[in-house]
């Protein structure tokens, strides 16, 4: 099956910048591909429920950002390194959160548009800690 795993937070000073990598593997042997996958960013932050911020089809390279974190965040892939990344500008205080990255087929997505609803997503990684402070 699908396996993610997540890399690169850590503790910033509030205004810097972060990118967040999402690397995949367990799916070269199942007649799947990267391509036929959906990949979401969520995160979580301390007392509040999850929340969806960004994901990708990576076959089309197709994105959609949370209303919150639109012009701030981006979202992108490598197939050569098969890592989704998340690129976090700007970084606030209430970006403070585990951000998890998030797997499904999209063979399951209409018109393949992927969405931020985490309910949909079937395949987690373990999350990365972003602490954003003085």
């Known amino acids: 099956q699908l396996q993610l795993m997540e890399s690169g937070g850590g503790w910033v000073q509030p205004g810097v910048s972060l990118r967040l990598s999402c690397a995949a593997s367990g799916f070269s042997g199942s007649g799947y591909r990267l391509d036929d996958y959906a990949i979401g960013w969520f995160r979580q932050a301390p007392g509040k429920e999850q929340e969806g911020v960004s994901c990708?089809?990576?076959?089309?390279?197709?994105?959609r950002y949370e209303d919150s974190v639109k012009g701030r965040f981006t979202i992108s892939r490598d197939n050569a390194k098969n890592t989704v990344y998340l690129q976090i500008d700007s970084l606030k205080s209430d970006d403070t959160a585990v951000y998890y990255c998030?797997?499904?087929?999209?063979?399951?997505?209409?018109?393949?548009?992927?969405?931020?609803?985490?309910?949909?997503?079937?395949?987690w990684g373990q999350g990365t800690q972003v602490t954003v402070s003085s």
């Open positions: 998030a797997g499904m087929r999209a063979e399951l997505l209409t018109y393949r548009r992927c969405t931020l609803a985490r309910r949909e997503y079937d395949y």
């Open positions: 990708i089809v990576l076959d089309g390279d197709s994105t």
